[in-house]
């Protein structure tokens, strides 16, 4: 995962963005997987698709913040 996700990151980044997500227990069932997975993605792609992730945000309309 971390080799596909993270190519490019230092491996010090590597080493510390895998103990800060770590992987689901092995007792987990596949929806919890999916969610994993998905989380591990998104936060990988701040770190290696920057200019990405930051042309999507450029282009999202403003939203107002609401307190509920």
Do not use: H, I
Request: aromatic share 8%.
């Amino acid at each position: 995962m971390a080799g596909q996700y993270l190519k490019g990151a230092s491996p010090v980044v590597t080493d510390d963005f895998l103990w800060a997500v770590p992987p689901p227990g092995p007792a987990e069932n596949d929806e919890q997987d999916l969610v994993w997975l998905s989380k591990f993605m998104g936060l990988a792609a701040l770190l290696t698709r920057c200019d990405e992730v930051q042309k999507v945000l450029d282009e999202s309309p403003w939203q107002a913040v609401q307190s509920v």
